[in-house]
Structures are given as C-alpha cells and as structure tokens.
C-alpha cells in the first residue's frame, strides 16, 4: 500500500516525525515518538479512552492547520482499525479487499476536511465516514450482483427457447454468440469476453489483468454487452 510506504518512510531514517509521547502514554521512556509508534500505542486495546481521543485530537490539528505531511499521518493513523472494522465485514465475493480498503480510506480524507475541530471523539467522525463510503460501496456491489443473476437468467431463458425454436439446426451457446457478432449486436472482444467468462468460466480478475483494467470496469463491459444480447435474443424470440 503507497499509503503505509509514505507514512513509514515518515516515521524512519535519521530524522523521524515525531510527536508528543505523553499524548498516547502515562509514563513514555521518552519525550517524543516517531509516528509509527504513536499509531501502534494508539490502536492498542489496552490504551485508555481519553488518551486515544486527546491524541487523534491532536493528530486531526495538525492535519487540519498544518498539511503535509500530517494529512499522510492522519490517514495512515486509522489503517489499524479499519483493518479491524473490515475484516467483519460481510462483502460480495467478487469485491476486491483492497478496493474496500481505498474506500475506506478515501471516506477518512474527506471526514478530516470537515470535522468539527472543537467537537468530541473526532475520531469516531472519521470512522463513521468510513463506514459509511464501505456499505455504499458494498451495496453498489450487492446490486450489481442481483442485476447481473438476473440478466443471466434472462439470457439463459431467451436462449433456451430460442434454441426449441430452431428446428433441424444445431444450436448452442457459442452459436448464439456467433450469430449475435455477425449481426453486429455485440463486437469480437464482447463475444469473448462472455465467452470466456460465462461459458469457460474463467475468472473475471484473470482477464481484467491481461486487459490492464478494473475488474469493475471489465464487470460494466460485460453487463452492456449482456444486455444487448438478451434484447437481441428477446427480438429474435418475437420473430418466430
């Protein structure tokens, strides 16, 4: 993760940034701590309440009043609990962790431009923003999912009874998606696409891989031209 990379890179070397030891424990062997240190006492469940709130207090500050690199420091300070908070979360198969992950990260850097600076347990704002973009995320995803079985059985009925219609003639899934590509109804790298996925059924990651795409992107793709062939089938059904 670029994120993790940056703030660690912060945290080491021969100048690290540090803060204030005493906002996260009682009695610190020292003054100061680098940041990454300050994170691990922060998410740590023995860490008492006010000293967790009193140090993300500060942490929000200086994000908030003095940038960068802070605004690094603020994000990666919440990677521990989201971890937590994620790994009870109930996903789609197909949704990516690390794209949940990006989510809820993303739903962090924009709760801290907005955070009320005087209010209490800032960092529940945050959290709750992150929980917030993940569930939307997931629900998307969820959608797409019912929308995608649907579409499937659709497919599968029109062509089902397209092939009962074509007497004397033999007719199958790759001959329906022959006879949808010399229509024009869907193009060559549609016509593999479903092939390869629907019918192969290799996994949609695998190819979003060989194309250098989104899995998401590859998904939509895949649903447009589905749709273009069951209406494709739909008319050919009206036909005979």
């Known amino acids: 993760m670029e994120l993790e990379q940056a703030f660690l890179s912060l945290a080491q070397g021969v100048d690290p940034l540090t803060m204030p030891a005493r906002l996260v424990c009682d009695e610190p062997d020292r003054d100061a701590w680098p940041v990454d240190r300050i994170r691990t006492h922060l998410a740590h469940p023995s860490t008492r309440p006010e000293l967790r709130e009193r140090t993300w207090r500060e942490v929000i500050r200086r994000a908030r009043t003095l940038g960068a690199p802070w605004d ?44 009320d600076l005087d209010g209490d347990q800032q960092d529940r704002e945050l959290f709750r923003a992150a929980d917030r973009a993940v569930h939307r995320l997931v629900y998307a995803a969820q959608q797409s999912c019912l929308r995608e079985r649907a579409l499937e059985v659709e497919l599968a009925g029109a062509a089902g009874a397209m092939f009962a219609c074509e007497e004397g003639e033999s007719v199958d899934e790759f001959t329906v998606l022959a006879q949808a590509l010399r229509t024009g109804v869907i193009s060559v790298d549609e016509a593999r696409l479903i092939a390869r996925t629907r019918l192969n059924g290799e996994h949609m990651k695998v190819l979003a891989a060989e194309r250098g795409v989104s899995w998401r992107q590859l998904y939509r793709h895949r649903s447009a031209a589905e749709e273009h062939l069951a209406g494709y089938l739909r008319r050919r059904l009206q036909e005979q």
Do not use: N
Not at 82 to 92: C, D, F, V, Y
């Open 72 to 115: 690094v420091v603020a994000v990666a300070m919440s990677v521990p609990v989201l971890r937590r908070m994620l790994a009870r979360l109930a996903r789609p198969a197909h949704l990516d962790r690390t794209e949940v992950e990006q989510e809820a990260l993303a739903g962090v850097a924009a709760a801290l431009c907005t955070v």
